[in-house]
């Protein structure tokens, strides 16, 4: 009985964080970021102000949510599905570009609401970090060091190259006057995090094959 309480307590916290973003990312593209308070939000998603500080600290976290909500999970989960004949790096890599890059993601409106305004780009950028733990659970079973502070390493490692793919994706790019100012990202996001992440794939390779140290090395 306690496990099924406990079971809709925590879908009744993931509706109301998927209400929460969702109404974020509505008010936002109607009005402009800047004209939507957390009040705004709260009240649109049903909830009290008090309530949405326990799920979001800004609105631009909450509006950004939108658009990236539960990728670390799902690079997490693509990681540990890909066969174990795969190499961690490959696995990895592809993975992260799979769900950074997934057709069904955030329409042009939301991505343009984002790569516009400052404070969003910030906020989308820092969601990178939320990769590392969930990233480490998925890697631990796959390497060969049992260390628990390896995995960490590497999925921090792995966050750090998605976040400096991510600032250059949506860097300001350089605009003449016909282009009416429009800030667009810049290069090719798959080409970018594979190239942040490359330099990292000897030492994921490297961990997965390592073998165990003795007790007495």
């Not at 390896?150 to 994706?169: D, E, F, G, I």
């Not at 282009?179 to 330099?199: I, K, T």
């Amino acid at each position: 009985m306690a496990t099924r309480r406990t079971g809709l307590r925590e879908q009744k916290k993931q509706a109301t964080r998927e209400a929460l973003r969702e109404a974020a990312l509505r008010l936002a593209l109607a009005r402009g970021p800047e004209n939507v308070r957390v009040d705004d939000i709260a009240e649109a998603a049903g909830v009290a102000p008090r309530t949405y500080n326990n799920y979001f600290s800004s609105r631009e976290q909450a509006i950004v949510a939108a658009v990236t909500a539960e990728r670390e999970a799902r690079v997490a989960a693509a990681v540990a599905a890909r066969p174990a004949d795969v190499g961690l790096a490959d696995a990895v890599v592809e993975a992260i570009v799979e769900q950074y890059t997934d057709p069904g993601g955030p329409d042009r409106d939301a991505l343009l609401l984002i790569t516009t305004h400052p404070p969003l780009r910030e906020a989308f950028v820092d969601t990178a970090t939320a990769l590392e733990h969930p990233l480490a659970d998925a890697i631990a079973p796959r390497l060969a060091d049992t260390d628990e502070d390896t995995a960490h390493v590497l999925a921090a490692s792995v966050a750090a190259a998605v976040r400096v793919a991510l600032q250059r994706w949506v860097r300001l790019s350089a605009t003449s006057p016909a282009a009416g100012g429009l800030v667009v990202p810049s290069g090719s996001l798959p080409d970018l995090l594979r190239a942040a992440l490359s330099p990292l794939g000897p030492a994921l390779d490297a961990a997965a094959e390592r073998p165990n140290r003795r007790p007495d090395a």
